[in-house]
């Protein structure tokens, strides 16, 4: 499947977390969104995000070491779209500037949310559908 994909991340506590090239970032906790794309096969991605062991490459690798994927949600589609559903996320949400965006113009594709029903509803509302993992 391709397509694009979010993440519904878990925070239990306040925390810094060191995230690469982007340095000691503090993060509350709460609930966080994290947006992606897999044009080859998107349950691939989702299943090595949701690995504990791997090598860190992506900046959601270092902050999956503190938290807990609670949903995957996902849209089919063969272009990418996940600058698309940032953007339309970022108007409702607080941002983390810079993560997950360094190879675009997005200001974050990582989101913070105080509930995971005000997360997942929001992605719904995106046509965005669960996938179950």
Known sequence: MKGSYVLIIELPDDTVISVGKLG????????????????????????????????FHWHIDYFLKFATV???LFKESREREECKLARELAKKFTCIKGFGSSDCNCKSHLFHSKSLEEAENECKKLGMRLLEV
């Open 24 to 55: 000691k970032l503090p993060f509350t906790r709460g609930y966080y969104i994290y947006v992606g794309s897999a044009l080859n096969n998107l349950e691939k991605r989702v299943r090595r995000h949701l690995s504990r062991r791997k090598k």
């Open 70 to 72: 609670r949903r995957v």
